[in-house]
């Protein structure tokens, strides 16, 4: 067998059945491979079992990668080519990285006795990606590459999941050799470690301390990130909550780990969070939070943060995060789905069930008084509305991927989400360009979802030539972009903290056409909608469409995303707008008002 | 703090970078830097010295359990320990601190390892701050032209630390 057929068998033995990729000339046996196995493989349809998805660009593939394997937590497969092909793929796994994605990246490398001469195609992926991806393996003991390509796939999705790199030499594609079809480098450091985690149960003198904190508690929170959906524990997370009648906020990327339609669902919180959400965290006395990170947009000054939670605690299945921005006083490092087991078994035995209907009673008086909102007299057309009337047709139950900015903002604002892995979303590394390649990915993973990408004018370009890649697949994707006319997000900054100068953001002044440039990629259904009144009728009928649907909605150019929680600043600074109530007025006198400048 | 962590470490392509680009772009500090295989092949071990709060030590240590290579570390600060410095260092002596300069290697418990005049050779294993002393010492007596220091390495008394771990 060659090098590239095992490389082929593995991802086969691994259950692969999409690989998203660009070829090219150091990848090419690894291709020829691909082909000759699906020509062997078809089914009784005539189906490939490993199709090839090719994009426009290999950050498209990366990103593809990204949104299919968040859309089902499997891991997601990238095989690029050397040099330039590895070097595009750099963006989406740094994004896996950050945001705890599963993908191994596989890429052609010169060939061994090349490496290191500036050959064609040639660059240093294994020193790139070393300080970017989860792990990057250099291929260059031909007897160790079965092993490796299995060892990545391992690492990808154990522990703390993230990207792997393999960087294939082309000798080693071509060598000859005998497959094993079993086998593992050793890697004792990471296993032991990740045993080690497994083995940690959470025993019954835990359960009682944690319980014994709820008990002292009259206004518990559980604060929960993107952990629990990488879990999959979100199911036992709900039975956990319901069970004991704690509210819960996510974070951007644990969103759909509590059903938003729930009542004891407070949404996201954070620097866009809901104010509702941010003021019970401003009230909450036992913060509870499970795979969150306290990152910056959350919890900008820790000290700060949560001021009245007498206690924290911290479920995380990574240590390094225990204790990294914000102390605990009661943690636990472990399997989330096991650990909230255990905590429901010990509770049913020993734990009475607290009375917490005072502070349901404020967090419902709370979610009323300053639920979302905005101006919804303009003549002018407002992109909540838009989501609004899109969220009529979905039920909370379709995959919604977005770029980054405030159309992503306004997506996490006012989409219902009543389960986990619909939510994809660029979250610590907000990568403009996101959202068309991740729906893609999504869409082949789950081919019978509604997937809709909520997009931005300018997040769109970012990875514009993915149009195409969503007709060349006749996917039924709903692109719709919010169109207003520049890079929102960074012109919503330049109005609040550079007193307007629109340095190289406004983009009123470009030329191009969205709905034909849609129609050139093969989109049968492009639309331009303009006016107020047509959005509920041309919105069912973009959500309606068989097949791949795009539509580009031309927004207020001047509507702010609020709440915000200015950077560096406090929950009780945040600015709520002139359409959602504010608790209080802004603390801090530098704090400009935002509202008077929009 | 100042703090020495001893790593043992996969010897695998990039391994060294990895621990070195973790340093770098987490902004911790590395004093030190010395690295070498162990009796197994497949591992080698690293010695640095950081200087850090609490918090950054201890961040430093959860990172580096991160890394897929690192197969275990420990940081030597935080019990009994041995801790050397090798010194390599070559001076001009004049003619007149001849003597003295003999006199103070023998005193110190360095080794001669070049007597020449023009490029005398001294090479001297103890801690640090003796090392520091040491080095002052000969710059008074003889002009020095190049000073060569492999960082500290350390081990832990009584039972191994950081040992590997079965596959």
């Known amino acids: ?80 080519t050397s040099g330039p092909g ?15 994605t599963p993908i191994v990246v596989l890429c052609g490398q010169v060939a061994t006795n090349m490496i290191g001469t500036d050959a064609f195609q040639e660059a240093p992926v294994s020193a790139i990606m070393g300080s970017v991806a989860k792990h990057v393996f250099l291929v260059t003991d031909p007897y160790k ?39 593992l480098l050793p890697v004792p450091g990471y296993r032991q470690r990740n045993e080690a985690v497994q083995q940690n149960l959470l025993t019954a003198a835990r359960c009682k301390a944690f319980f014994a904190l709820l008990g002292e508690s009259k206004r518990p929170l559980i604060y929960a990130g993107g952990g629990v959906v990488n879990a999959n524990a979100s199911a036992v997370l709900r039975r956990f909550a319901d069970r004991y009648g704690i509210p819960v906020t996510t974070t951007l990327m644990g969103i759909g780990a509590a059903d938003t339609t729930q009542p004891l669902s407070l949404r996201m919180l954070g620097m866009h969070g809901a104010a509702f959400a941010n003021y019970a965290v401003e ?17 900008a000054i820790p000290d700060k943060f949560a001021p009245r939670a007498k206690r924290v605690a911290h479920f995380d299945v990574d240590p390094a995060e225990i204790g990294k921005v914000k102390k605990a006083d009661w943690h636990h490092v472990g399997v989330m789905i096991r650990d909230f087991d255990a905590l429901l078994a010990w509770g049913e035995r020993h734990a009475r069930v607290p009375d917490f209907q005072e502070w349901h009673a404020e967090l419902a008086q709370l979610k009323k008084t300053y639920a979302n909102n905005y101006d919804r007299a303009s003549e002018l057309i407002q992109p909540n509305y838009v989501i609004e009337e899109m969220n009529r047709h979905t039920g909370g ?58 997009d931005g004018d300018a997040s769109l370009r970012m990875n514009l030539g993915e149009l195409e ?51 050139a990629d093969g989109f049968r259904y492009a639309e331009r909608l303009e006016k107020k009144s047509d959005v509920p009728r041309v919105v069912r009928e973009f959500i309606g469409f068989k097949g791949p649907a795009f539509l580009e909605v031309i927004i207020d150019p001047d509507a702010g995303v609020y709440p915000m929680i200015g950077p560096g600043m406090a929950y009780d600074q945040m600015i709520t707008g002139d359409f959602i109530p504010s608790r209080s007025k802004p603390t801090d006198g530098s704090t400009p008002s935002g509202s008077s400048m929009f | 703090m100042r703090h020495i962590i001893s790593v043992l470490l996969q010897n695998e392509a990039g391994a060294l970078t990895r621990v070195a680009s973790l340093f770098s772009t987490r902004g911790y500090n590395i004093d030190s830097l010395s690295v070498a295989p162990t009796e197994d092949p497949a591992f080698s071990r690293l010695t640095l010295v950081t200087i850090g709060s609490d918090a950054v030590i201890d961040q430093i240590n959860k990172q580096l359990l991160k890394l897929i290579d690192v197969v275990s570390m420990a940081d030597m600060t935080q019990g009994d320990h041995i801790e050397r410095e090798l010194l390599l260092l070559k001076l001009k002596v004049p003619e007149a601190a001849w003597d003295r300069v003999n006199d103070t290697v023998r005193r110190e418990g360095a080794r001669v390892l070049d007597d020449s005049r023009a490029a005398y050779t001294v090479e001297l294993t103890s801690t640090g701050g003796r090392i520091d002393a040491f080095v002052e010492k000969m710059s008074n007596l003889a002009a020095i032209t190049s000073v060569v220091r492999s960082g500290p390495m350390a081990l832990a008394r009584g039972a191994p630390a950081a040992a590997p771990v079965p596959a």
């Open chain 1, 1 to 80: 067998m060659s090098g590239a057929e095992m490389i082929v068998q593995v991802l086969a033995d691994e259950g692969v059945d999409t690989i998203f990729g660009y070829s090219g000339g150091a990848i090419l046996p690894t291709y020829d491979a691909v082909f000759r196995y699906n020509d062997e493989h078809r089914d009784a349809a005539g189906r490939e079992p490993l199709p090839i998805i090719v994009p426009a660009n290999e950050q498209g593939a990366g990103f593809m990668a990204a949104g299919y394997a968040r859309a089902s937590g499997r891991v997601g497969v990238v095989l690029v």
């Open chain 1, 86 to 100: 590895a070097t595009n793929t750099v963006t989406p796994v740094r994004d896996c990285m950050a945001d705890s």
């Open chain 1, 145 to 183: 590459l079965e092993s490796t390509i299995r060892t990545a796939f391992e690492i990808a999705r154990t522990g703390r999941p993230g990207p792997v790199v393999v960087d294939l030499p082309k000798d080693i594609q071509n060598w000859i050799g005998e497959f094993q079809g079993t086998g």
């Open chain 1, 283 to 299: 009230d909450c006395d036992f913060l509870i939070a499970v795979g969150a990170r306290f990152d910056d947009r959350v919890a």
């Open chain 1, 397 to 454: 139950r379709a995959i919604i991927a977005t770029g980054v900015g405030q159309h992503q903002m306004w997506a996490a604002q006012y989409c219902d989400f009543r389960e986990p892995r619909l939510w994809l979303t660029s979250g610590s590394m907000g990568t403009m360009g996101f959202g068309l390649p991740a729906a893609i990915g999504a869409q082949f993973a789950n081919p019978d979802r509604l997937v809709i990408d909520v």
């Open chain 1, 469 to 519: 890649t969503v007709t060349t697949y006749d996917l039924p994707i709903k692109v719709l972009v919010l169109n207003n006319f520049g890079d929102g997000m960074v012109k919503q900054w330049q109005k609040l903290f550079y007193k307007g100068r629109l340095s190289a953001s406004d983009k009123s002044l470009r030329r191009k056409d969205f709905v034909k440039a849609a129609q």
